[in-house]
């Protein structure tokens, strides 16, 4: 089974931005920890980031069809995207937030979500492990799924 790891905007700067709150890890290192956790469990992973609304949009569109599960950090589109919650709501598979920060110790604005009311599974605040939490969860959803 194929997991899509999807990343929003600003998440290419991943290592020199901001790095208090996101830490030095960069999104090759995140694709990498991905990909490692991912052939552990017998699954393979389709990385991917986009600073763009549409293409977001359209790689969902593709997981609705390839992916046993998403896994999906929309950065800021978390917090203004009805069109990214749309397509996430029309794919059968289980699906994952992650956000590397804990959204809710930060600004008010950051503390409402579009897509949470639509994930399986939320996770924030774990720093890049929450991909490898959001990842393993998956695992087991889709074992449980098939067995
Ligand atoms: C983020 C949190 C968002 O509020 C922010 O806009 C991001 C990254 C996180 O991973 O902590 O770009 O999703």
């Keep these: 089974p194929t997991i899509y790891v999807l990343n929003g905007p600003n998440l290419n700067l991943l290592g020199t931005r901001q790095p208090e709150i996101y830490g030095h890890e960069t999104l090759r290192d995140v694709e990498r920890l991905c990909m490692d956790t991912a052939l552990s469990l017998g699954m393979l992973i389709s990385f991917h980031q986009s600073n ?7 790689l969902i569109h593709k997981a609705r069809t390839e992916a046993a599960a998403v896994v999906i950090n929309p950065a800021a589109y978390t917090h203004t995207s009805v069109a990214i919650r749309d397509a996430l709501a029309a794919c059968d598979c289980p699906i994952f937030e992650v956000h590397i920060s804990n959204v809710h110790k930060r600004e008010e604005f ?7 009311g639509i994930a399986t599974g939320v996770i924030a605040g774990l720093g890049v492990h929450g991909y490898v939490a959001a990842i393993t969860a998956a695992y087991s959803q889709i074992s449980h799924a098939t067995t």
Excluded at 52 to 58: N, Q, R, S, T
Excluded at 110 to 116: A, D, G, T
């Design 110 to 116: 950051r503390h409402h979500s579009y897509v949470s």
């Design 52 to 58: 763009h609304e549409g293409e977001l949009v359209e």
